[in-house]
C-alpha cells in the first residue's frame, strides 16, 4: 500500500552532530513474518537511490540500490559485516546495532534503530534513525 515515510536521522561524525528530517512518498506491506517500507531517497549523493527496509522481529535489513548500493543488517548487540558500493570503490565496513525498537501494525507506526559504523577497526560515525509509516 502506498503510504508517506518520516525520515528522522542523526549522525554523529568525529563529535560533530548532524540531523535531518524528511517526508517521501512509498511503498508499506506487512505480513505475519514482518513488514517492508520502500522509498525513492532524496539529497545529495542519493538522487535515484531506492531503499528498502526488511523488518523481522528485531532484525532490520536496510538495502540500498542505485549509485550507491550497499545491504546493511542491523540487530541488537551484533556486528555485521557490510559493503558499502559507491561509484569511486567499494569500502568495507562493519555495522554494529546497539537498538531497535519497532512499534507498526498492519496500519503503520515507528521504527527506531542506531549503529555504528566503522571501517578497519576504526569508529566512522555514531547513527540513529526513526522511521514513521503512515498510510496515504
Known amino acids: 500500500m502506498k503510504c508517506i515515510i518520516k525520515i528522522e536521522d542523526t549522525h554523529i561524525i568525529d563529535g560533530d552532530k548532524e540531523s535531518s528530517e524528511i517526508l517521501v512518498q512509498g511503498n508499506f506491506t506487512y505480513g505475519s ?34 549509485a550507491l548500493t550497499t545491504e546493511m ?22 555495522v554494529y546495532t546497539n537498538e531497535v525498537k519497532s512499534a507498526v501494525t498492519e496500519n503503520g507506526g515507528a521504527l527506531e534503530f542506531g549503529y555504528t ?4 577497526g576504526n569508529r566512522l560515525s555514531e547513527n540513529k534513525l526513526k522511521i514513521t509509516i503512515k498510510r496515504g
Not at 77 to 94: E, F, Q, R, S, W
Not at 117 to 120: N, P
Open 117 to 120: 559504523l566503522s571501517a578497519a
Open 73 to 94: 543488517i542491523m540487530e541488537k548487540n551484533k556486528l555485521h559485516p557490510c559493503a558499502y558500493a559507491t561509484p569511486v570503490g567499494i569500502m568495507d565496513l562493519g
Open 33 to 66: 513474518d514482518g513488514y517492508k517500507v520502500r522509498y525513492r531517497e532524496e539529497g545529495e549523493g542519493y538522487d535515484g537511490c531506492f531503499v528498502t527496509l526488511s523488518v523481522e522481529g528485531d532484525k532490520v535489513t536496510m538495502t540500498r540500490k542505485g
